[in-house]
């Protein structure tokens, strides 16, 4: 089959419209000779917060017994707010990094694990050189220094591990902890704060006998991506949440490698949300149920306030379908998503029980409107007719972006973006969701198209349209209702068959910014590509 999109293929290296040179670039694969990692700070940037990161391997208690090997982030406030830096006790999680708009951050990042890695912000506005491109990975002992301006507006992001083809195991492992961004217009806002503003860490594992963490094995399970049979809160198995009869703010991030949430109350309660992945929504939106996908962020208002001391709520993750290739196109029993006989994709579970255990009289309220967002529509784009593909497709095997596996020297001529500009974003399947294109290729399409959480680095983007076409509309039917669209967001579900247009500013910053699938083990696939801001 001829791809639909017209692709230019050309040796990034060779382009000499680049303004950099190619070892300041690719200085860790292509040129290991001569790194320029950033490894001291920079004497004119003044920082106001200077904290200290450590990957290391460690041990900790996760379920009762033995403790778990894992690898961890460990974080030291040299310079800054105390409130900077908040732990989470006994757990392979980093700690929380609450960062205010306007302050200037710096991180000496240390690896000490036996293996390279480089940690990502996700979410954050920063430039290359702070977002963790893999091709900054570091050696065992190495230091890398990240220096950057919070831009971000208040908001739930979180940093992890971004390791070339090492993404899936080093998150799975535990390198990953979450980072909050407040800023004026939030302040000004009645949300609930402190105690009663809460990390909801969302992820799957699968232990032995012995509590020690099971990866998957094999390209099946890759191609499936991992999904566990313990669901952790925060790092915790079997989470129990004391509440008291008031509104909470609970931070839902889905730091799971594969596995996509569909969240709801056991009694039918709907959902309200506050915020998406990168800020405050204009105004708190309501749904009988969330979908949320691997690395989104959904902040969640829970109001306990009229409920009674004794009452038990368990907030679970429903059943739903299509997010799994059908059985034809995978083989025989292979489209259930599961990892040896355990919670599949789409399954009914619970995550945590809250358990209301204290009346008190006064709660914030829910305000009627948020922040201000500025709409972005075709208007401001400049590619308005000529929209930037990101195609999903999936090679037995081999998923991949616009017909593409990832290379870390490689930008074609449609991933070039001009400094400042604002572009239309195209995310479809290559096939399936097309018209056209019956006959085989389309066949296969159906049958090996499954679920893929979306994200860009950099900027957050806007969601303009969101269509779905051809078949698999009766499986859609059981996850429409669960998206929020009105917010900022750097990371977006496309179901089978689902195409969705986008608007994404490319301001501030030029260099390579990572475009990729979030299930992790895609990810690692090659299911990642990057545009190259100039
Ligand atoms: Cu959270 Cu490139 O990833
Ligand atoms: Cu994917």
Redesign the pocket.
Known sequence: MTNKINYKRRNFLQHSAIGMTAAGLFPKLLFAKNRSLKSEPTASFKADVEIEIISRDAYVPIKSGRKTKVQKYYAKLLKGPKDTIVELEDNYLGPTLNYKQGQKVRIYYKNKLTEVSVI?M?GMHVPQSSDGHPMYAINTGETLVYEFEVLNRAGTNFY?S?SHEMTATQVYKGLAGLITVTDKEEQALDLPRGEYDLPFVLQDRTFDGRNQLQYLHGMHGKMMGFLGDTILVNGKPDAVFSVKTRAYRFRVVNGSNSRIYKLAWNDGTPLTAIGTDGNLLEQPETRPYLMLAP?ERIDLWLDFSHRSVGDELVMKSLEYEGAMPSRGGMGMGMGMGMSGGGLGQGDDFSIATFKVMEKVSKSPVLPKKLVKIDRLTERDVDNKNNPIPIAISMKPMRPQLNGRSYAMDRVEDFEEVELGSIKKIKIFHEHGGMKGGMGRGRGMGMMMSMAHPI?L?GQQFQVLSRKMEGRGQEEYKTVREGYINSGWKDTVLVMPGEELVIVKPFQDFKGLF?Y?C?NLEH?DLGMMRQFYVS
Request: proline share 0%; charged share 10%.
């Open positions: 990502h996700h992890h971004h690395a994200h680095h990572l990729h979030h990810e």
